[in-house]
């Protein structure tokens, strides 16, 4: 069974960055197309999705602001937010694009204006 154990979230200030992590055990992100989500009250939407070739693609309200990566070695997957906004405030999640593994715990931002 596939467990993702996501890291990194916390405080910050507007205009500052954070760094989330996400761990893979029983499964491999190697050939996987990677994502990551944000939740906010009745709402979870991707913002971010890797593609085998290793290009990432980005909603526009995290375009130029966020980087999703990957270390297949680790078999982790990471999401660098930069010039963070108020409205970056969420709980972040990595899954496998489709079909999803089994959801985390999430990692909570809360960015201050």
């Known amino acids: 069974q596939v467990q993702l154990v996501e890291s990194g979230g916390g405080d910050a200030q507007a205009g500052g960055s954070l760094k989330l992590s996400c761990e893979v055990s029983g499964g491999s992100i190697r050939l996987t197309r990677m994502a990551w989500y944000r939740q906010i009250p009745y709402k979870r939407e991707l913002i971010a999705y890797l593609?085998?070739?290793?290009?990432?693609h980005y909603i526009d309200a995290v375009k130029d602001r966020f980087i999703i990566s990957r270390d297949n070695a680790k078999n982790t997957v990471y999401l660098q937010m930069n010039n963070l906004k108020f409205e970056d405030t969420a709980v972040y999640y990595c899954?496998?694009?489709?079909?999803?593994?089994?959801w985390g715990p999430g990692a909570r931002v809360t960015v201050a204006s």
């Open positions: 899954n496998q694009l489709s079909p999803h593994w089994e």
């Open positions: 593609l085998e070739d290793g290009s990432g």
